[in-house]
């Protein structure tokens, strides 16, 4: 039980660093939000948890350099990069990275257990790997059974607390 709650604080400790250093890039001096290189791009779903009580009004997608804005409804755009995965992270109106996700060929939803699986990403170092071992890792960690318990744990701790990421950890 004390090896979970320490692995559990490592990993949230990892992603905490991990997003405090992550600052979202201005829009372009018209006020418009920036848009990739070559203008192609896709949908993305914020996904909340079941029950959660939480207003997506005013925030806003960062993935591949691009910043869009989120509907009430979870929609919103991110760059379509063919063959890669990104990380988009997603920002309420105070700047405050809320949730993440990773964005491939195949996926393009954000939400608490996306969240739990790039923390997971960053802490066993599957980020500063090959990409064929990260491709591995995005497609299957969700099924190895302990990983999906604690994906499930870290949602519902998100319910509880959508901000946890700027708490201080006592």
């Known amino acids: ?3 979970t709650i320490h692995i559990s604080m490592f990993l949230l400790s990892a992603l905490i660093l991990l997003t405090m250093s992550c600052k979202k890039e201005p829009t372009d ?12 791009m ?12 939480y207003d997506l009004t005013g ?7 691009v910043i869009q804005p989120v509907s009430k409804d979870g929609n919103s755009k991110v760059p379509d990069i063919k063959g ?3 990380i988009a992270y997603l ?4 700047d405050n990275v809320v949730m993440a996700g990773f964005i491939t060929d195949s996926t393009s939803t ?22 064929t071992i990260a491709k591995v890792f995005i497609s299957k960690i969700g099924t190895v059974p302990e990983t999906a318990a604690w994906m499930q744990n870290f949602s519902a701790t ?13």
């Open 29 to 40: 001096s018209d006020g418009q939000h920036n848009n990739p290189p070559d203008g192609t």
């Open 110 to 131: 954000i939400s608490a257990e996306t969240t739990a699986k790039v923390i997971l990403f960053y802490a066993t170092s599957a980020a500063f790997s090959v990409d």
């Open 1 to 3: 039980m004390k090896k």
């Open 158 to 170: 998100w319910k509880a607390n959508p901000l946890l990421f700027h708490k201080e950890l006592t």
């Open 42 to 53: 896709k949908d993305v779903k914020i996904i909340l948890p079941d029950g959660a009580n």
């Open 84 to 86: 890669t995965a990104n």
């Open 59 to 65: 925030h806003e997608v960062l993935a591949g350099g």
């Open 91 to 94: 920002f309420d109106k105070a």
